[in-house]
């Protein structure tokens, strides 16, 4: 570790704090070193908010470090999921060490006290930028402090700017973790930049210019988000200006931000709006596009998500985004045709060309461009140049490492290792060239085309002639439209577009311009069909590594290259410690990266000797705008965050609970938080017992079980076949949020529910629950029709309603009002019977059943309208098999099922 991770380790295990790590400076790396003090047996330690790539990375990372004669079971890292068992779950706790495990389970085993609470010593949550109040993490905190206050809480995150979104985020994260300290560590930090600057990089920026048409597709691009986010603003008014603008829609966090704000009204916004949510992350991911991948596979994306808006054969078309019918779309289209190919007549063409074209599975009357992305050409002679040096530094007898060169994506990795592997492999072609002298004499002009370049075009009018072949192709004399030759060069102004692509001069009519293009080119496909699927390259579009089928030819072909001949090409969502991995002594940076970068820097300061370091980027450029933008973000995330540790004010006991009940602490959120509840809630008591409320388990991923513990409710997580809470024995609860209700309203799930409940508990109630900060009103008034429509939400609630008569509806605005909800209808109740609820629903005798049962008629079953998780057991032990349900009459089925289900299997069947 460098001087500044050991300090950053050090805070760690001296004190409960949150520590905030600049990307890329190693935080996995101190989460190790944590990691193998806590992998023993003398302690119980949790690690919550591990992805899968986290566990596998720390566990290799323990056993690389774990010594032949430590026999401790316990020093390895224990990963408990869905699939560990309750019996192997406790056992693994007992055992002790640390213990990567799902918020869920680990809630679910503290409730039910398989976790000896008195063994655990703490527990780590990584990515803590994550945690909210109503998130199970803090209801695991809080659980943890309230039956065993020695256990250290610890909070690692390397996100910045999470926690600037809304008002004092941070403050409320150390609340609702129990914790009073933070530590910033960003990149500007006086001891980070001493160790960082010891061992400095030898960096080559090179600057790569954009192509012509990579400049337009930039300008449109940007023009169709400014009208977006200008169009999208307008109609919702509900868009904050200083967040939501052309330079924040170009980060992945875009989409997020944009869906929070517009949250509260979410199911009020029109078709319209939402669609054009959806169509910003389109336009947001063709930016990126535009500059990571190859012509090709951009105008393939494009031309999907044309044939996405078209109407299937027999149906309707799908919903129109309003960014397609612009100027700017139509430029953007056009130019990704015209680095693809351009299309001409067979006489254009000479004779021999059009056989070579035919041969290679391409259109005979096409020129193909197949503009070559400037940075694969600038990163062909990068690595000539390596190899040159690489070389000459072998002969004076200096060691060379491996080329390490990193790309932004798994589709751009391949595309990289594609062109390198091509890189000397070109196909020619002859074309007619007009001589500027004289016009009436023409001459052969001899274009080259990279090989790799050719096969993608070759997949692509494949995929286009299957896609394609249910369309009349047009006459194969037919001309082109001269207009549509010289389509890149068209002035911005005499564009036209009617719908979906590009229009040119010559396309006014009433057909869209992108029609026109794209029914070209499914036509120039369907001359292809015929071609033998032999010449085309492989499903990815990339070349396949050469074989050799003689086996005296595998030694002439294949052998191992010396370290300074290879060439690596890893993405930075790849393989973890890359560099540590290959030891590169060249780095090769296709696309700027700031986490990367910092690697970069802590590779060299831990003694490492790079020679060089090449930085590519293209030269005014999104990609350029991107990786400054993040830079910017970062620093003005840190800097905030500093001005918020200066004042920050926690009371003692919040962190401790020692002054206050939970009950009291909630009581008064609900009072600041519920927009119905105005009464004064200062002369509530907290009850002398608590009240217990049987939850099923699905429902611990939902914010409200959390609330309930700390309302003071004794939260029982089981297994409930009928309901999702049972207060008592004669009331259950189905708790729906509004996504859910509208879903299971739609399906008909929703009515099996109902019948359950209603059939078993003599208070059966629905309980519709909006969000915290949700506007609290199932649809806008404007909404409301006057007549019953299928697919009208108030319709279906006054169905369900007739249907089942003594179903109640509860509204509640949030969670928060749930729980005071929870505490009216406790009043003066007996306590549920756990093994009761558990039993409601189920047969006492179903688990034997259940083997007896053959598995593939039992899925079938399953499968059918009406039949549910919950009831197909009736009708597997009423009748033999699927046959005799067949020839069973409504009447038995409503007898078995209930009306509304027995109609669905019947009208099926």
Request: contains cysteine.
């Amino acid at each position: 570790l460098l001087p500044f991770q050991r300090r950053v380790l050090d805070d760690l295990l001296d004190e409960n704090a949150l520590c905030v790590v600049a990307r890329g400076l190693g935080l996995n790396r101190i989460l190790a070193e944590v990691a193998q003090i806590c992998a023993t047996s003398r302690v119980l330690v949790f690690l919550l908010h591990m992805t899968d790539e986290d566990e596998a990375e720390l566990q290799e990372y323990l056993m690389q470090m774990r010594s032949g004669e430590n026999t401790d079971e316990a020093a390895t890292l224990h990963i408990i999921n869905n699939e560990t068992n309750a019996a192997m779950r406790s056992h693994v706790y007992r055992q002790g060490g640390l213990i990567s495990v799902t918020s869920r389970i680990l809630i679910v085993d503290l409730l039910n006290s398989v976790v000896p609470v008195e063994l655990v010593s703490g527990v780590i949550i990584h990515n803590a930028s994550r945690v909210t109040a109503e998130s199970i993490e803090a209801f695991v905190v809080r659980v943890l402090q309230q039956q065993n206050r020695d256990a250290f809480v610890r909070g690692l995150s390397d996100a910045p700017e999470a926690f600037t979104v809304g008002f004092a985020p941070l403050e409320k994260t150390l609340k609702v973790l129990g914790l009073r300290h933070v530590n910033l560590w960003p990149r500007f930090h006086v001891e980070v930049q001493r160790d960082l600057s010891k061992a400095a990089v030898p960096v080559v920026e090179l600057r790569q210019g954009q192509t012509k048409a990579m400049v337009e597709q930039q300008q449109a691009v940007l023009d169709c988000l400014s009208a977006m986010i200008t169009e999208l603003a307008s109609t919702t008014k509900l868009l904050d200006p200083e967040t939501i603008n052309v330079e924040s829609s170009l980060f992945r966090y875009f989409d997020a931000m944009v869906k929070r704000q517009l949250s509260p009204y979410w199911h009020r916004l029109s078709a319209r709006a939402r669609g054009m949510v959806n169509d910003l992350a389109l336009l947001r991911r063709v930016a990126e596009l535009i500059t990571s991948y190859d012509p090709v596979s951009l105008l393939e994306y494009l031309d999907t998500l044309l044939l996405a808006a078209k109407p299937s054969p027999g149906g309707a078309p799908g919903p129109a985004a309003s960014w397609m019918s612009t100027d700017s779309a139509n430029i953007l289209y056009a130019a990704a045709r015209a680095r693809t190919f351009r299309k001409t007549t067979a006489e254009q063409v000479p004779p021999q060309t059009r056989e070579a074209l035919r041969g290679m599975g391409l259109p005979e009357n096409i020129i193909p461009v197949l503009e070559v992305p400037p940075k694969l050409e600038l990163l062909g002679k990068i690595l000539e140049e390596i190899g040159v040096a690489n070389r000459a530094a072998e002969a004076k007898g200096a060691v060379a490492g491996p080329v390490l060169v990193m790309a932004g994506s798994a589709k751009e990795c391949r595309m990289i290792r594609g062109y390198l592997a091509s890189l000397h492999n070109h196909v020619t072609l002859d074309f007619w060239q007009q001589n500027e002298g004289n016009s009436g004499k023409r001459t052969i002009k001899t274009e080259r085309y990279p090989r790799i370049m050719v096969d993608m075009l070759q997949r692509f009018f494949r995929r286009k002639a299957q896609a394609g072949g249910i369309r009349p192709s047009a006459p194969a004399n037919q001309p082109a439209s001269n207009s549509m030759q010289r389509r890149r060069h068209a002035p911005p102004a005499k564009r036209r577009r009617v719908r979906g692509a590009s229009a040119t001069a010559g396309a006014r009519g009433p057909r869209a311009a992108a029609d026109i293009l794209e029914q070209e080119t499914s036509d120039l496909a369907l001359q292809t069909e015929a071609i033998s699927e032999d010449t085309l390259c492989g499903d990815d579009g990339y070349l396949d590594d050469g074989r050799a089928d003689a086996p005296g030819e595998f030694d002439a072909c294949f052998g191992l290259l010396a370290s300074h001949e290879s060439v690596v090409v890893d993405w930075y969502g790849g393989t973890r410690g890359v560099l540590q991995t290959h030891r590169p002594t060249q780095v090769v940076m296709y696309t700027p990266d700031t986490g990367f970068v910092r690697e970069v820097e802590l590779y060299q300061a831990g003694g490492a000797e790079l020679r060089q370091v090449y930085f590519l980027v293209y030269d005014n450029s999104l990609e350029e705008q991107r990786y400054l933008s993040a830079i910017r973000r970062e620093r003005e995330a840190f800097e905030r965050l500093v001005r918020e540790k200066a004042g920050l004010v926690i009371p003692l006991n919040d962190v401790t609970g020692a002054a206050e009940s939970p009950a009291s602490m909630l009581l008064r959120a609900v009072a600041a938080r519920s927009q119905r509840d105005a009464r004064d809630t200062t002369e509530t008591q907290p009850p002398q017992q608590q009240k217990r409320v049987v939850v099923d388990i699905r429902e611990m991923r939902a914010p409200l079980p959390s609330l309930l513990h700390a309302g003071g409710f004794s939260v029982v997580p089981r297994t409930l076949v009928v309901g999702d809470y049972v207060l008592h024995d004669g009331l259950a609860m189905e708790r729906k949020s509004l996504p859910d209700l509208i879903g299971s309203l739609r399906s008909g799930r929703l009515f099996g529910q109902a019948e359950a409940l209603v059939r078993h508990y003599a208070c059966a109630v629905l309980l519709v629950e909006f969000e915290v900060n949700t506007s609290f009103s199932l649809q806008a008034i404007g909404g409301l029709g006057a007549d019953i429509s299928i697919g009208s939400i108030t319709s279906q609630l006054a169905m369900l309603v007739l249907a089942f008569p003594r179903l109640r509806i509860v509204w509640s605005c949030s969670p928060y009002e749930t729980v005071q909800i929870f505490s009216e209808l406790k009043r003066r109740v007996p306590e549920p019977d756990i093994e009761k609820a558990v039993a409601v629903g189920q047969e006492e005798d179903d688990v034997d059943r259940e083997a007896l049962y053959s598995q593939g008629p039992i899925a079938l079953l399953q499968s059918l309208p009406g039949v549910t998780q919950k009831n197909y057991q009736v009708l597997a032990r009423t009748f033999r098999n699927v046959s005799a349900i067949c020839d069973a009459s409504k009447e038995e089925l409503k007898k078995l099922l209930g009306a509304e289900a027995a109609n669905q299997l019947h009208s099926f069947l």
